[in-house]
């Protein structure tokens, strides 16, 4: 992007759904976004392949295991960002037993929402669940031995890969660059997926 000083760069978040509008209207012009999303007639051009992780207490039985499944955490209290937050739809879609499990009147009982991915780590931390992140947002500290990291919340959480129990390809999300057909400064494009790229994503599948 600093190469590109012609190109003035404002950066925004928000919903899937705002996002979308704001592409539609012109009001922005790409956005980066993880599907799935209602098909809008965009150009899209995919970024990286990202896996899910749960986060469990490190007290928690499950936290002493190097990977979990989705049924082994079926029966646990389950938080989830409220409705409306794209990253809880994810889960859902790539997970159905916690589609079955948020739908029925016992995973009601046994769920909690939060208002952001930071509040409910938090809320791991505390003990009051389990969850499931993308994978960028776990610290690469979180993934130290206990011994060497610094005192945190992270320090109190433990984060599990999650596999399948058929030996199938672990819960992914796709993120890809959007933007309107209409736009063609194919070059801001490129510049804007080039620096994606150049940071660093450590645990992601790139789609170059």
């Known amino acids: 992007i600093g190469r590109t000083p012609q190109m003035p760069l404002m ?13 539609r209207t012109g009001e922005i012009d790409c956005a980066i976004l993880a599907e799935p999303f209602p098909d809008t007639g965009l150009a899209m051009a995919p970024l990286y392949d990202e896996p899910f992780m749960a986060a469990v207490p490190s007290t928690h039985p499950l936290a002493g295991q190097k990977s ?8 646990e209290t389950m938080l989830l960002l409220g409705a409306g937050h794209c990253f809880r739809d994810h889960v859902l879609e790539v997970c ?14 046994k769920s909690f929402e939060g208002s952001s991915l ?10 009051m669940g389990v969850t499931l992140v993308p994978r960028l947002s776990v610290p690469r500290e979180a993934l130290l031995t206990v011994s060497r990291r610094r005192k945190s919340d992270e320090t109190y959480i433990r984060y ?4 399948e129990e058929d030996g199938g390809a672990p819960p992914t999300r796709r993120v890809v660059l959007a ?23 450590p645990g992601v599948t790139r789609l170059s």
Do not use: D
Not at 160 to 163: F, G, N
């Open 118 to 127: 930071e509040t409910i780590k938090h809320m791991v931390a505390a003990g």
């Open 179 to 201: 933007w309107r057909r209409s736009f063609t400064r194919y070059e801001a494009i490129a510049a804007l997926r080039n620096a994606v790229y150049a940071c660093e994503l």
């Open 96 to 109: 159905p037993e916690f589609a079955r499990f948020a739908s029925n009147a016992e995973g009601i009982r």
């Open 11 to 23: 950066l925004q978040e928000n919903f899937t759904v705002k996002l979308l509008e704001m592409l």
């Open 68 to 75: 979990v499944t989705a049924a082994e955490l079926k029966s």
């Open 160 to 163: 599990l890969p999650i596999r």
